[in-house]
């Protein structure tokens, strides 16, 4: 079996430098507490910690959100955070000081733009977080989601139709590129 | 002007998700179609305003604490350390009565007796268990493109660019295993006890034998070890008591590591001849969105159904629901005694529309409740490719309506069908916690296995809950291995906790459980921990100066019982080499071992796929149905392919 040539130490370092940020904030997302996604995230590192470099490294970014995935929704299930966000209901940090998304918008645009996805499904709204946020491939986001790339393929194109409908109203978006 | 191309082939193009082919057919196709380019223009910058947007989103400030990444920085530099629990005393020894006698193994003396059942004795147990149990789920993924059924909802089919990282085993697509980690050796005088769940499924078996017929080997997490191995059904005697099953332990060399030792731990619930069988309320919830329609999915689905009405009679009862975008009754619960009504509506389904499962769960339990037999078989059979694709698709969800259902007393059977798109984990995931099984259907042949000759063992179910505990004599083993399971792993306190659920027993089902022994006295490299300062280590027993090797304890409930029995025996080695092992435990070590070859496990020691052969024809016996024969065939195809 072929090894990765950097030490278990320098490997997780990389990532932990590289993934710290999106993976907390995914988590917090899930969990809708900064305090529980750092509990998550450090966890979703200690799982890194045991896993082998050589099996994990060619796919790390879909490993490290899977397992962060997973973690979130179970830490969520155990704080009775049963509720998932329904369309049209803005998210709220009651713990972590994460505002509503639109508020943290400096620019109109921007803020119509978070204000579209607040008001998606959850789902639409994790894949085009995981898309346009993260910086996932279509096929990542099936693996981190457990849905098939139709589904994927349809959840990002349901999301990116929606907010184009939205800025399409206020500007002339053909000319904006 | 309208426009030629799809949107999801536009946002496809625009956020680079498109292979080169496709890529090139947009640009040139763009070219003679003025809307799809103003679409695209429009896309674009919605697609950057999205990524701006979203990066301004949520505090720059969300960070781990120094303390956080100190943890984790620790655990990167070296092993584990073992984080020192605090648990309550431990409780007291306690005596319990074996009710029942059960099967005699040959090459062992089982002994019923009076038992000494020990409560949990460390939190080291309990903390290496519950590591087992939080395997987190890791999901592989890898493919050429989007089903090719979907085609009705999606339009066009974009193709998406292939990853060569993540698409290791070619040619399949979307489809789910959970990462398995193999259990490790445990040291007897930390680990004492191994406590799992019984597992009496058989999916993994025929899904490996999909990859092998389709010449690829199958991707190590999609072999699950115990279910090759209960993919055969051993001779094991049935019981003679009213116990619901008989146990029979046979140990006997290691044919893969020579200086080990092999025991081999088999469960056979009695038998039932078809007249006995009692009556049966059963609720067919058969997936028939686009992606069913392929002959080896719903076709098939309506044959193996068909194969399972006709041996229904007077005494029994069917429904039909189906589901796709929306979910409905075909046939309302209808008496046998009119079988060409439930063959007819049978034959007139048909597949279209993307898949709700979550609403037809709701229904089809909703059918079975209604139509409850008191002290028969109450059963929904859902057969579904498992990808649920709208509606209630969070697995989490799904599972959660599934938990809350199986309390009504409905039990749960799914099957599995079709090649390309199973959601293997998610299909297991439903069965185990709607106390079902869960079969993997992909040829006739294997319908009639499920559906025809074990019926009685796929509808009912004699005793469930059913958990096997096994304490070690460190006296004897120095450390064991449990082969498989490695999804049913139980804490130690659990088995002695009727509200923890664990698998269920068929009539006539065989379960069979194999340890991989070291002898107590032999050198095994094993992660050690510091001897503690406040304790002494193991103050062994009486009993421990016995030759016994361990005790076998099994806990059940009756189907309808919310009170578990307890049954227990000690076992003994004598030494038996592995060449006068029973025929049952040499072809259950080929199995293991080709299970293990395939996993790419770093316990498979000296086994080879010739090794495997060998072990294999001398454990034929007479293989009444020839399954034995075709694994025999599918080791010879994994040898070619590796």
Known sequence: ????????????????????????????????????????????????????????????????????????????????????????????????????SALAARNETHAMVLAVIDT?????????????????????????????????????????????????????????V | MTQQLSDDKLVAYVVGELDKAEHKAVEKALKSDAAARHTVAELRATAKYSRQALLEWGPTDLKLSDGQREVIEKRARGPRM??????????????????????LAA??????????????????????????????????????????????????????????????????????????????????????????????????????????????L????????????????????????????????????????????????GLKGWEMAADERPASNLVFLLDVSGSMRPQNKLPLVKKAMRLLVKQLGENDRV?????????????????????????????????????????????????ATRNFIDGGVNRVILATDGDFNVGVTNQGELVRIIEEKAKSGVFLTVVG??????????????????????????????????FGQQLGATLVTIAKDVKIQIEFNPAQVGAYRLIGYENRILAAEDFNDDTKDAGEIGAGHTVTALYE???????????????????????????????????????YKDPDADVSQLLSFTIEDDDAPFAQASEDLKFAASVAGFGMILRQSDHKGTATFDGVLEIAEEGLGDDRYGYRREFIELVRKAKALS
């Open chain 2, 82 to 103: 073992t984080d020192v629990q605090v648990r309550p005393a431990k409780r007291p020894w306690y005596r319990l009565h074996a009710r029942q006698i059960v099967g």
């Open chain 1, 120 to 176: 998606l499904p959850h789902k639409h709204q994790e894949a085009f977080r995981l898309k346009f946020y993260d910086g996932l491939t279509y096929r990542e986001i099936g693996q981190v989601m457990d849905v098939s790339l139709g589904t994927v393929n349809n959840l990002v194109t349901a999301a990116l139709m929606a907010i184009r409908e939205r800025l399409r109203s206020e500007m002339d978006l053909a000319q904006e």
């Open chain 1, 1 to 100: 079996m072929k090894r990765a040539p950097v030490s278990k130490d320098a490997w997780v370092g990389a990532a932990l430098e590289r993934y710290e940020q999106p993976l907390l904030h995914y988590a917090a997302r899930i969990t809708g507490n900064a305090d529980l996604a750092r509990d998550v995230v450090q966890d979703t590192f200690l799982k890194l910690c045991a896993a082998d470099p050589a099996e994990v490294d060619a796919h790390l970014a879909p490993w490290l959100y899977t397992v962060c995935r997973n973690r979130a929704l179970d830490v969520r299930k155990k704080e009775g955070r049963m509720t998932t966000l329904q369309q049209g209901q803005a998210e709220a940090y009651p713990n972590g000081g994460l505002g509503p």
């Open chain 2, 319 to 367: 429904a039909i629901a189906v589901y796709a975008g929306a979910s409905g009754l075909v046939l309302p619960s209808t008496s046998c005694d009119d079988q060409r009504a439930v063959l007819q509506a049978l034959k007139r389904l048909e597949s279209g529309g993307s898949t709700n499962g979550g609403a037809g769960i709701q229904l089809a339990y909703d059918v």
């Open chain 2, 517 to 555: 022994l070291v002898p107590a006295g032999q050198d095994i490299d094993l992660p050690s921990v510091d001897p503690l300062r406040y304790q002494r280590q193991t103050r062994l027993t009486r009993a421990a100066a016995t030759p016994e090797l361990f005790t076998l304890k099994l806990r």
């Open chain 2, 107 to 216: 090459a062992v003396i089982v002994l019923a007796v009076l038992a000494s059942i020990m409560g949990p004795r460390s939190a080291r147990v309990l903390e290496t268990a519950g590591l087992q149990k939080s395997i987190s789920p890791f999901i592989v993924q890898h493919g050429l493109g989007l089903r090719e059924d979907m085609g009705a909802s999606l339009g066009a089919q974009p193709s998406f660019v292939d990853d060569p990282n993540l698409n290791y085993w070619p040619g399949h697509n979307t489809e789910a295993y959970d990462l398995i980690v193999e259990n490790p050796f445990r040291d007897v005088t930390q680990d004492p006890l191994s406590t799992f769940s019984i597992d009496v499924d058989t999916a993994s078996y025929a899904n490996v034998r999909r990859f092998l017929n389709q010449g690829t």
């Open chain 2, 218 to 265: 199958p991707p190590p997490d999609a072999v699950r070890i115990e279910e090759l191995v209960n993919y055969f059904s051993y001779d094991y005697a049935p019981p003679d008591g009213d116990t619901p099953f008989s146990a029979h332990v046979e140990v006997a060399g290691c044919p893969w590591a020579p200086e080990h030792r092999l025991a081999r731990v």
């Open chain 2, 417 to 450: 069908f079709g090649m390309g798109n199973v959601k293997d984990s998610t299909l297991e995931k439903l069965a185990d916690k709607g106390n079902g099984n869960y079969a993997y259907i992909d040829t006739f042949l294997e319908a009639r296995k499920v």
